[in-house]
């Protein structure tokens, strides 16, 4: 009987056994079955969808469940929206046998194990990855990635972002700066990518551009000391008193983020890639205004714009301003200028000195030929009040109008009596220009964040 079963050509094909009870032989339903182990990738058929599970068909002598927590590192999914009967999938086996005798399978896993191993890969190749942003969070995105890579705020663009629910859904190509298997942990930076995406633009704007140029850019970013302009895959800086022929005292008078503007390169820096801007370059000079139709003697009207210890200075075009010195205020000695004008009065002034080459004006009031054109009396409260040191007029300006030295000469007579030069310069300080000590443009201008 031993020597008929060993030889029954049954028992080679595998589907039968020998029952050690009866010695008869039987069916071998367990060796048709794959064999699977717990952890392990297999590939099967979605067979059904149901509102919290899936079942799949692996080839096992039960079909497999995927509870719906386990088919999507997405939170709160409808099955439906995943899988569809007859798709076929890869899932790891979590559980032969449950408490129930089913095999419980995991979708998210399967794809955690395979995405893994692709992202290890592509870090340690240098190679981007590409992932779908499912969430804002705080800080950041949250990417699918088969695997959730974090996207920090500060890295999604080359500039600051400011509304990232704008990148909900979309595809994102990203490189891996940080990997940590053990904490499941994948960082991501998309900046990465398009910095070097615009590496090669860069170099070609450098090449292109010469100094005078006159191109057209985006304002990308505005801070206190200027704004920031895309040049088509590159960032110039205008420097604030760059912005307007005027003076500016934030950018954001000026410019604002989006806008487009024509500038003039005003500087290149090739070897640190920096780029200096000007925009009140491609407009019209209202200096030139000044020396075509004013002359030296000339009675103008003006308004005063700033009232500073030793004069006040008066606007009478656009853009142009000159100072009325403390002693060309009024007949009289003034010690304190607001005793004669305050900021804002609309006035009448007589050019007393024009120069072209420093590009400033010095005004006399007093010889104007008419007082303060509306009316202003002398107040002895403000006479009595100093003027703090915080009203000094800014350096920029200072940059177009005279200063004292334009208007003191080797002598200067007040109530009649002479002052000496040097009396006049230890109490009436000459402005001098000031010089931008911020930075020329980055060709990449870091975020609030970095």
Same mark, same amino acid.
């Given at each position: 009987? #031993?020597?008929?079963?060993?030889?029954?050509?049954?028992?080679?094909?595998?589907?039968?056994?020998?029952?050690?009870?009866?010695?008869?032989?039987?069916?071998?339903?367990?060796?048709?079955?794959?064999?699977?182990?717990?952890?392990?990738?297999?590939?099967g058929t979605v067979?059904?969808?149901?509102?919290? =599970?899936?079942?799949?068909?692996?080839?096992?002598?039960?079909?497999?469940?995927?509870?719906?927590? %386990?088919?999507?590192?997405?939170?709160?999914?409808?099955? /439906?929206?995943?899988?569809?009967?007859?798709?076929?999938?890869?899932?790891?086996?979590?559980?032969?046998?449950? /408490?129930?005798?089913?095999?419980?399978?995991?979708?998210?896993? /399967?794809?955690?194990?395979?995405?893994?191993?692709?992202? %290890?890969? /592509?870090?340690?190749?240098?190679?981007?990855?590409?992932?779908?942003?499912?969430?804002?969070?705080?800080?950041?995105?949250?990417?699918?990635?088969?695997?959730?890579?974090?996207?920090?705020?500060?890295?999604?663009?080359?500039?600051?972002?400011?509304?990232?629910?704008?990148?909900?859904?979309?595809?994102?190509?990203?490189?891996?700066?940080?990997?940590?298997?053990? !904490?499941?942990?994948?960082?991501?930076?998309?900046?990465?990518?398009?910095?070097?995406?615009?590496?090669?633009?860069?170099?070609r704007i450098l090449?292109?551009?010469?100094?005078?140029?006159?191109?057209?850019?985006?304002?990308?970013?505005?801070?206190?000391?200027?704004?920031?302009?895309?040049?088509?895959?590159?960032?110039? $800086?205008?420097?604030?008193?760059?912005?307007?022929?005027?003076?500016?005292?934030?950018?954001?008078?000026?410019?604002?983020?989006?806008?487009?503007?024509?500038?003039?390169?005003?500087?290149?820096?090739?070897?640190?890639?920096?780029?200096?801007?000007? $925009?009140?370059?491609?407009?019209?000079?209202?200096?030139?205004?000044?020396?075509?139709?004013?002359?030296?003697?000339?009675?103008?009207?003006?308004?005063?714009?700033?009232?500073?210890?030793?004069?006040?200075?008066?606007?009478?075009?656009?853009?142009?301003?000159?100072?009325?010195?403390?002693?060309? $205020?009024?007949?009289?000695?003034?010690?304190?200028? !607001?005793?004669?004008?305050?900021?804002?009065?609309?006035?009448?002034?007589?050019?007393?000195?024009?120069?072209?080459?420093?590009r400033r004006l010095?005004?006399?009031?007093?010889?104007?030929?008419?007082?303060?054109?509306?009316?202003?009396?002398?107040?002895?409260?403000?006479?009595?009040?100093?003027?703090?040191?915080?009203? #000094?007029?800014?350096?920029?300006?200072?940059?177009?109008?005279?200063?004292?030295?334009?208007?003191?000469?080797?002598?200067?007579?007040?109530?009649? =009596?002479?002052?000496?030069?040097?009396?006049?310069?230890?109490? =009436?300080?000459? #402005?001098?220009?000031?010089?931008? =000590?911020?930075?020329?443009?980055?060709?990449?201008?870091?975020?609030?964040?970095?």
């Amino acid at each position: 009987m #031993a020597s008929d079963t060993i030889n029954d050509p049954r028992l080679a094909e595998g589907v039968w056994t020998t029952d050690p009870e009866t010695g008869e032989l039987v069916p071998d339903y367990e060796s048709t079955f794959p064999t699977i182990e717990e952890g392990q990738v297999v590939n099967g058929t979605v067979v059904r969808v149901d509102k919290d =599970e899936v079942l799949v068909d692996i080839g096992y002598k039960s079909e497999g469940v995927i509870p719906v927590a %386990e088919l999507s590192i997405r939170r709160s999914i409808n099955p /439906a929206d995943e899988v569809s009967v007859g798709d076929d999938i890869a899932a790891l086996v979590l559980t032969k046998e449950d /408490a129930e005798g089913r095999l419980i399978l995991s979708k998210k896993r /399967a794809r955690f194990e395979i995405a893994w191993k692709a992202i %290890e890969t /592509a870090h340690e190749q240098g190679n981007p990855v590409t992932g779908r942003v499912i969430e804002v969070v705080k800080g950041g995105l949250i990417l699918d990635l088969g695997v959730r890579g974090f996207l920090p705020a500060s890295l999604v663009d080359i500039r600051r972002v400011q509304d990232l629910e704008e990148f909900t859904g979309q595809e994102l190509v990203c490189k891996v700066i940080e990997l940590n298997r053990q !904490r499941n942990n994948v960082v991501l930076s998309r900046r990465a990518v398009l910095e070097e995406e615009r590496k090669d633009q860069r170099q070609r704007i450098l090449d292109q551009l010469n100094p005078g140029d006159k191109v057209e850019g985006t304002i990308s970013n505005i801070v206190d000391f200027g704004a920031f302009v895309d040049l088509d895959g590159m960032d110039g $800086l205008i420097h604030i008193s760059e912005l307007s022929w005027s003076h500016v005292n934030h950018p954001s008078e000026v410019l604002e983020i989006g806008q487009t503007v024509n500038v003039q390169v005003l500087d290149i820096d090739r070897e640190r890639q920096r780029i200096s801007l000007g $925009l009140k370059q491609t407009q019209s000079d209202p200096w030139q205004d000044v020396l075509e139709s004013h002359q030296e003697g000339d009675v103008v009207e003006g308004t005063v714009t700033k009232v500073v210890t030793f004069g006040a200075f008066v606007e009478i075009l656009p853009g142009v301003e000159g100072l009325v010195h403390i002693s060309e $205020l009024a007949q009289h000695h003034v010690e304190n200028p !607001r005793e004669i004008v305050s900021q804002g009065d609309k006035v009448k002034v007589r050019i007393v000195e024009v120069d072209a080459d420093r590009r400033r004006l010095s005004l006399s009031l007093k010889d104007a030929d008419g007082e303060p054109l509306n009316d202003i009396t002398p107040n002895p409260v403000l006479a009595e009040e100093p003027i703090a040191d915080d009203e #000094a007029p800014a350096a920029e300006a200072l940059e177009e109008p005279a200063t004292d030295e334009a208007v003191v000469e080797d002598e200067v007579v007040v109530d009649d =009596e002479p002052v000496a030069e040097a009396e006049v310069e230890a109490d =009436e300080p000459v #402005a001098e220009e000031a010089e931008a =000590e911020e930075p020329a443009a980055e060709s990449e201008p870091e975020s609030s964040e970095q």
